[in-house]
């Protein structure tokens, strides 16, 4: 009986610790890999959650949601995470940028032992699509004003990895960028 009990305890472990990488969001049956960054619990992947008004597909395909996520506009961004999960503040991204200072620690594609980068492009707000595989844009839940917010952009330009934050904290004349822009969402874990 110990011995069945034991082996028991040996399967539920791999499959408990599985668990915790993985996360679906019961709105679609979208499912997630995550990573944990100094205790701060983040979706490996760009959201694909599309049942909201304000959100798009790169060059309206659909076939583009599974490779590069949704494009939201920031006010859809902000409600767009699921339960138990938020829009990161610019606070957030900071803290996650400050962790992976190596440029080598970003990858793009699939990993279990770095932060994911979706290229998804953008949109901007005259409708027109671009950098699809050259820029990821993130928008962060810090808003400026009623017009413009926060975002978090990874590039690609002439083969070199540029990260940044569009922070007011950091630069003052910094705008941000214009709410209307549709830009990827990388969702973080509630504490």
């Known amino acids: 009986m110990k011995k069945n009990l034991f082996a028991l305890a040996l399967m539920l472990v791999p499959a408990l610790l599985s668990a915790q ?31 909201l008004p304000g959100t798009y597909c790169f060059d309206n395909d659909k076939n583009n949601l599974p490779v590069y996520g949704a494009l939201y506009e920031w006010e859809t961004a902000s409600k767009a995470c699921p339960a138990g999960w938020h829009l990161p503040s610019g606070a957030e991204f900071s803290h996650l940028l400050n962790h992976f200072e190596r440029e080598d620690t970003w990858q793009k594609g699939p990993s279990s032992e770095y932060f994911n980068i979706q290229l998804g ?66 969702c973080a874990k509630d504490q």
């Open 21 to 51: 990488e993985k996360f679906t969001d019961l709105r679609d049956g979208n499912v997630y890999g995550t990573i944990t960054v100094n205790g701060i619990t983040w979706m490996k992947e760009n959201l694909r959650f599309t049942g």
């Open 121 to 186: 492009g953008q949109q901007d707000f005259e409708g027109v699509f671009s950098e699809v595989d050259e820029s990821g844009y993130y928008w962060t839940a810090t808003e400026y004003d009623g017009k413009n917010a926060e975002y978090f952009s990874y590039m690609i330009i002439a083969g070199k990895k540029v990260i940044d934050i569009s922070r007011k904290d950091d630069i003052d004349d910094i705008r941000g960028s214009e709410k209307t822009n549709r830009y990827s969402v990388r």
